[in-house]
């Protein structure tokens, strides 16, 4: 089969891929969809070296454009921020927490004692 063909099958199915994971509130980032975009913009990009028509390097470099910004932003845009949290060694600040079998614990309970503190910055 024609790999620019295959291109735009390959990137309108990750671009509704994509879509459908927006609407529905995807809460892990779609690496799968954004695997079938990259393959998508690479089928175009050897489609348009194969035959190089006005319409294939206008809309499949459209589409490939599309591909590769949709790294960009999930990759670069979206990255945590640099961590300033707490230093070793320092006072640990008020708070309260449940733990997993529903005990408080609090600050005071930890004073006078070796802790460690992790703070988990994914999602559950």
């Known amino acids: 089969m024609n790999p620019f063909r295959c291109g735009l099958v390959l990137f ?31 089928l175009l990009v050897l489609g348009i070296v194969q035959r190089r028509t006005k319409t294939r390097v206008i809309l499949g470099g459209l589409m490939a454009a599309v591909s590769a910004l949709t790294w960009v932003a999930i990759v ?30 609090d600050a005071a309970t930890l004073q006078g004692e070796a802790t460690l503190v992790v703070f988990y910055r994914g999602r559950w």
């Open 12 to 42: 309108l199915a990750g671009l509704a891929w994509m879509a459908a994971w927006t609407v529905w509130g995807g809460t892990t980032t779609p690496w799968l969809a954004m695997g079938v975009l990259g393959l998508a913009g690479l």
């Open 76 to 105: 670069g845009l979206m990255a945590f921020p640099a961590y300033e949290g707490l230093a070793v060694g320092a006072p640990v600040p008020a708070f309260a927490a449940a733990t997993a079998t529903g005990l408080t614990v």
